[in-house]
């Protein structure tokens, strides 16, 4: 569906933590300019998946390429250098430095200057409410000022690629668009490729070209987003629409078959 | 604990256990002789809960009598559309025991089919297991005017839902008790009302052409059939057996279910179909029935547990394995086993072979029974080893469960055994059919007497469908179905069944179906089995995200291509398979290509994918 080159490339992909196997051979590519998104209910591995890229977890099989380089199991510091920065799970911003010092640091790897002070006018460009509070501890940010925020600290790193997990945590539904429409923004202005971990599969769907349907560690299903909206188990399972049966107050569940 | 050259623990019982000339008779003399003694296990809460003759009797009755308080009449037809649990032989008994006839449907079928089975059979009470079940009901019962009550056995989720209509099983009981309060004196009569020549079940025959057929068994022949199967699997109070396949199928209604009412032995039912290998361990079943299909499952989880475990412990395996076959091989050509063979068994069983017995489940086992399907000959020959005897039945619906069984002490691979004691088998000079005649031979299909007459011919001979030859001693081999062989364009006879039998006893194919009627040579369709050809991707690192792209791998494409050229081998002097294809859509019991007991169906198979087939032919 695409022909650009592939940017991240993950071949059986294993990790564990102690004896739990949390992700089990998961091969899956990401296109250069594209959203793509990984859907899966809790402890489907998903975190654990971008935590594998990010080189922060270190998998027991398999390979993560990024730009045609093996980066498997490299330092994430240096993961980082080469473009690819990751937006964690729940924020974790330094709450004790201010924002422009959070900024600064998603920058703590480059040396040019003139192009920080360049990326740093971009986010506030994005982000207002960060250039306001510019001066306060990232601490007393709300939620979603917080994720503004790290996603902000992700672009200082000048990324080709930005791992965004869950950005929706915790935040209200007009918060929730507000954030995935920056996110579309920065995909389209800057060409950053995103690869996105959500619970809110229809925002997601919404936003992302491509997804993964990810199960117990492992990829059942892969599509354009636009042909993943018309499966019946996606409809059932994450959209929450089912049919009518011959009763109201269904309970029981049809059988996921992924096809 | 029988070993394989002894086995005379299994020779037959021909004495009557149970006295009763039909199976409402039969059980309730059971519960009176048994009163206290364990019937049934089922788990609660993670908890195996016992249920005595006397407390399965009370229970009885009262859905007997809630029947009958519905107008519910003696040659009415209840149906059960459940999966196999214990409230399945509960309602099936007080169906019986009102003097109704019971027919079992499949869990998996579609509402559809659930509404031409009803229709069929004429079903006035339909039983359900649960709301997922009763939604099934609620959309066909439009269209069955004789239908007057659903019962839900499971009301989890219905305790708001009100219809006039559906009522909880526990709402049956109490209407029961009550009915039997006010009518003394009527449950006897209607436990007594049916004679031995009466209509007692039906069971369909799942076809793989045109509409299921209800095959209908009377009362006098299920009762010859468990006195006929104490003589050849024998059995009593003191074993347990473990029911997880289809009520609705002869082989666990029979075999499982009646037999076990027969005999006194304990049934054991598993929590649910995905609990099979767990419920084994914690069942260990002292007599074993089950389809080829799970045999193999076992075969192949042990065989990926050999190769994930240290080279001492596999070492060890192979040799006592090595031993096992020895033994095996002694015993099956009939000859003596030596000394020295004996102790190096029991060494062989004491290093791996009793290990890889508990972690299956089956080193209680004294007998082990396959049927209903072929099953390949080094599978059997497997279980041999392990010191089990597996003995192979045939049969079919039609001749009420088995009609020929391989005696325990005369095991012979890859063949069925000589006819039964209790029926006669010979075949077709001419066809070389397998032909059966007994008490056993049912009465017919429902409402399809030109069917019944194609099968029963005038001198009471039933017509199976199945060919095959027989040995010297009386042994029969089946070498395929009738209709499936195939006449390849160079005018060679193939049977497919022995090619798809070789190929699943890989652990990678599930099932297959060999194509080349007409055809300048050999071709196949096969359903790969996913978890085992996951772990094979994952091992050798094949890239691979969901299903389809899982059967599209050239490496898994390469690792099935040796499957076949290893049977190709075997095969030399025939044609060969030159050209397969693997299912890439993981297919359910639901899916139309399967049959209820997972089999693919052959017909259904080579219309639906003939593009594929066709792919196959062109060079």
């Known amino acids: ?259 | 604990m029988t070993v394989l050259w002894d086995t005379t623990a299994l020779k037959g019982q021909y004495e009557v256990v149970m006295p009763g000339d039909t199976i409402p008779e039969m059980f309730w003399n059971g519960v009176a002789a048994r009163g206290d003694q364990l019937m049934m296990r089922e788990k609660q809460f993670g908890i195996w809960q016992g249920w005595s003759w006397k407390q399965s009797g009370a229970a009885v009755r009262e859905i007997a009598m809630g029947l009958s308080a519905l107008d519910f009449a003696p040659g009415q037809c209840a149906s059960i559309l459940a999966s196999t649990r214990l409230e399945w032989v509960l309602a099936d008994l007080a169906v019986l025991s009102a003097g109704g006839v019971s027919n079992g449907i499949y869990p998996t079928d579609a509402a559809a089919q659930v509404q031409y089975l009803c229709e069929d059979s004429s079903t006035v009470i339909l039983f359900v297991e649960d709301e997922e079940q009763l939604d099934k009901a609620l959309s066909a019962r439009a269209h069955l005017p004789l239908l007057r009550k659903i019962v839900v056995i499971d009301m989890d989720g219905l305790s708001r839902y009100s219809d006039p209509m559906v009522m909880g099983l526990d709402a049956l009981r109490e209407l029961g008790r009550a009915h039997d309060l006010a009518k003394p004196g009527l449950f006897d009569l209607l436990r007594k009302n049916r004679r031995p020549e009466d209509l007692a079940i039906l069971i369909y025959t799942s076809g793989t052409t045109g509409k299921p057929k209800g095959a209908m068994h009377n009362h006098g022949a299920l009762v010859y059939m468990c006195h006929g199967y104490n003589q050849v699997i024998v059995q009593d109070e003191h074993d347990e057996r473990m029911l997880f396949l289809p009520l609705c199928h002869v082989a666990e209604r029979l075999g499982g279910q009646y037999f076990s009412i027969y005999t006194g032995t304990i049934l054991n039912f598993v929590e649910n179909p995905d609990t099979v290998p767990e419920n084994v361990r914690e069942i260990a079943p002292t007599t074993f029935t089950a389809v080829p299909r799970v045999w193999e499952k076992f075969y192949s989880a042990v065989t990926i547990a050999i190769s994930e475990s240290d080279r001492l412990q596999q070492v060890m395996y192979r040799w006592a394995l090595g031993i096992g076959y020895k033994v095996s091989d002694k015993v099956t050509q009939g000859q003596p086993v030596p000394l020295w063979l004996k102790a190096c068994f029991y060494i062989g069983r004491w290093l791996a072979l009793d290990n890889v017995r508990r972690m299956i489940g089956i080193h209680k086992a004294k007998v082990l029974v396959t049927g209903a399907a072929p099953i390949s000959p080094d599978l059997v020959r497997w279980y041999l080893a392990l010191g089990v005897p597996m003995i192979e039945a045939w049969g079919m619906t039609e001749s009420c469960g088995a009609a020929t069984v391989m005696p325990a002490h005369r095991i012979k691979a890859g063949l069925i055994g000589p006819a039964a004691p209790f029926n006669e088998v010979r075949l077709d000079p001419v066809t070389q059919e397998l032909l059966v005649r007994g008490p056993n031979v049912f009465m017919g299909y429902l409402n399809l007497p030109e069917k019944t007459a194609e099968t029963i011919d005038t001198d009471g001979w039933l017509h199976t469908g199945d060919v095959g030859t027989v040995d010297d001693e009386g042994f029969f081999r089946i070498t395929d179905r009738m209709k499936d062989i195939i006449i390849t364009a160079g005018g060679k006879n193939i049977t497919p069944s022995e090619w798809e039998n070789e190929l699943k006893f890989s652990p990678y194919v599930t099932d297959a179906v060999v194509i080349g009627d007409r055809r300048a040579y050999l071709s196949v369709i096969i359903m790969i089995d996913l978890e085992n050809v996951e772990k094979f991707a994952q091992d050798h690192d094949v890239p691979f995200s969901n299903y389809a792209s899982l059967t599209r791998a050239p490496e898994v494409l390469a690792r099935i291509q040796d499957e076949i050229d290893a049977v190709n081998k075997k095969f030399a002097r025939v044609e060969q398979i030159k050209q397969f294809r693997l299912l890439d859509t993981q297919l359910t019991a639901e899916d139309d290509e399967l049959t209820p007991t997972m089999k693919l169906k052959r017909k259904f198979v080579e219309q639906k994918y003939s593009a594929m087939i066709e792919s196959m032919y062109r060079s």
Not at chain 1, 58 to 72: A, H, L, Q
Request: include cysteine.
């Open chain 1, 1 to 259: 569906m695409t022909t650009t080159p592939p940017l991240l490339k993950m071949l059986n992909v294993e990790s564990a933590y102690g004896p739990i196997r949390a992700i089990r051979g998961v091969s899956l590519t990401v296109h250069t300019g594209q959203i793509a998104t990984i859907l899966g209910s809790n402890g489907a591995g998903k975190t654990t998946t971008l935590k594998t890229i990010s080189g922060i977890i270190d998998p027991r099989k398999g390979s993560v390429e990024f730009k045609g380089e093996n980066i498997t199991a490299m330092d994430p510091s240096l993961i980082v250098q080469r473009g690819l920065a990751h937006v964690p799970e729940g924020r974790e911003v330094f709450p004790l430095l201010s924002i422009k010092d959070n900024l600064l640091m998603g920058a703590y790897t480059r040396a040019d200057r003139d192009g920080v002070a360049r990326d740093m006018e971009a986010v506030y460009g994005y982000f207002p409410i960060l250039k306001e509070r510019a001066a306060q501890d990232a601490g007393l940010l709300s939620g979603g000022q917080q994720q503004m925020l790290a996603i902000s600290r992700a672009l200082m790193a000048q990324p080709d690629l930005i791992l965004l997990d869950e950005p929706s945590l915790g935040l209200s539904p007009k918060l929730t668009k507000e954030i995935f429409e920056i996110v579309v923004r920065i995909n389209r202005e800057r060409g950053t490729t995103m690869l996105l971990v959500e619970q809110n599969a229809n925002m997601a769907l919404n936003v992302a070209d491509y997804g993964f349907v990810l199960e117990s560690g492992r990829i059942v299903m892969e599509d354009t987003c636009a042909a993943l909206r018309e499966k019946d188990d996606i409809k059932e399972f994450y959209l929450g629409m089912k049919e009518d049966g011959a009763r109201a107050d269904r309970r029981w569940k049809k059988k996921k078959t992924w096809r």
